[in-house]
């Protein structure tokens, strides 16, 4: 009789009630609670953090053409942007004045150099918003000079009405692309991305130094006296894949909770929230769990065979460091990515087994592979995690019972020879 489903147990039940288990699950709930009062949040944040009133001293250089009427046009469309000019003050008077009366601070024009001195150059805030005045009163002053009407201006530096639409190679009726659709597709590919490279980091670690602790502790010997090693690594990998399916469950019910009381209308009164989440379609948290559950247990058979080869637990991050680095090169893989989902290096990444749960996901969240391609990547993927597999737990059946010191590459594959 298999002795997987004792194993699986063992492991679920000794690290479900662990410590950092029970947090980590607490700060993903809280991240998708957050979530849903994101954008009201960071709109009062940036209400808070914008310029309020807005009052300046302009000090021209005598002689030259004033741009303060231009200025006070620009200003006056704008609520509480005051311009005072200098008049008779000279520089410094007219700075003493800035301080005496709490002005947002003093312009100093010197032809084409525009200065603006204050005591606070570290608000980019207001700097951003004067420096926005100042461009279109400039562009007006020109606009002037050069003999151009204000319908010319505007025709000038109106916004072009730029769409995007999507059509297939055959010609057919194209999709016009949404901006804030596509834009919201990003946060949550990015999102989830990063879920699933913490997701393996933090359970092939687990995995990793599972084996180490057992193995140092001599655990093993007895162990495997009545397991097959095969059986010892696949309840270690499927139990602590179950710790990462679970908190799966519960975040992706954490933030359908949010989306159904948001749509509802119970947070309309409480920051005027809206669910942030309540885009989310079913078929990408399908995906998401494809490709997390393919994706861990390639990764978890590598860490569960590294830490077989290792004689004590410390050496487990020297071990682990090499297969982090290609989870890192995955995860910046989809990242560049995003920039153009259907690159020649996404498809590439897309189809290679350590870098497609990552880079395949984000390409089907932001962009429009075909068919094949996707089937192609879930078929090259299972192929290799059942070679990865196969030849981890022959490097497992191997390490496990191998004390004393640190097994070489070399030797790990004379061994598997014999």
């Not at 298999?2 to 009630?17: A, D, G, T, Y």
Request: charged share 15%; hydrophobic share 55%.
């Amino acid at each position: 009789m298999s002795m997987i489903p004792v194993l699986v147990q063992r492991e679920f039940s000794s690290r479900v009630k662990g410590t950092a288990y029970i947090v980590t699950t607490i700060i993903g709930v809280l991240v998708f609670v957050a979530l849903s009062f994101l954008p009201p949040i960071m709109q009062r944040i940036s209400s808070s953090l914008a310029p309020g009133a807005i009052e300046l001293i302009v000090y021209e250089q005598p002689g030259e053409e004033s741009i303060v009427p231009y200025l006070e046009q620009v200003g006056a469309e704008r609520e509480g942007f005051i311009v005072h000019p200098a008049g008779t003050f000279d520089e410094s008077e007219a700075y003493r004045k800035v301080l005496d009366e709490g002005l947002s601070g003093l312009l100093l024009v010197d032809g084409p150099l525009y200065t603006f001195v204050t005591t606070d150059a570290s608000n980019m805030m207001l700097n951003d918003e004067i420096q926005i005045v100042l461009n279109q009163a400039v562009s007006r002053w020109n606009a002037v000079r050069l003999g151009l009407s204000a319908d010319d201006v505007a025709s000038l530096f109106g916004r072009v009405d730029f769409r995007v639409r999507e059509v297939s190679p055959l010609g057919e009726d194209g999709e016009e692309i949404d901006s804030a659709a596509q834009g919201q597709a990003m946060i949550l590919a990015y999102f989830l991305l990063f879920m699933i490279y913490m997701a393996l980091v933090m359970y092939g670690n687990m995995v990793a130094t599972g084996v180490a602790e057992e193995k140092s502790s001599r655990i093993m010997e007895v162990m495997v006296s009545t397991v097959k090693p095969l059986e010892l690594m696949l309840g270690k990998i499927i139990g602590v894949g179950s710790l990462g399916l679970l908190q799966f469950f519960i975040w992706i019910g954490t933030g359908l909770v949010m989306n159904t009381l948001g749509n509802s209308g119970v947070f309309d009164s409480l920051l005027g929230a809206s669910a942030a989440l309540s885009s989310i379609p079913l078929e990408t948290v399908l995906w998401f769990g494809l490709y997390f559950v393919l994706g861990y247990f390639l990764y978890a058979s590598v860490f569960a065979a590294a830490g077989a080869l290792v004689a004590r637990v410390e050496e487990v991050s020297q071990v682990v460091t090499i297969i982090m680095m290609i989870i890192m090169v995955g995860f910046f893989a989809a990242y560049i990515s995003f920039l153009n989902p259907n690159s020649g290096l996404a498809r590439v990444a897309s189809l290679v087994p350590f870098t497609s749960p990552m880079v395949m996901f984000s390409r089907i969240v932001l962009g429009s592979p075909s068919l094949l391609e996707v089937m192609a990547s879930v078929v090259i993927l299972v192929a290799s995690v059942l070679l990865g597999a196969w030849i981890s737990a022959k490097i497992y059946r191997i390490g496990v019972l191998m004390y004393g010191k640190r097994l070489s590459l070399r030797q790990v594959v004379m061994l598997m020879r014999d």
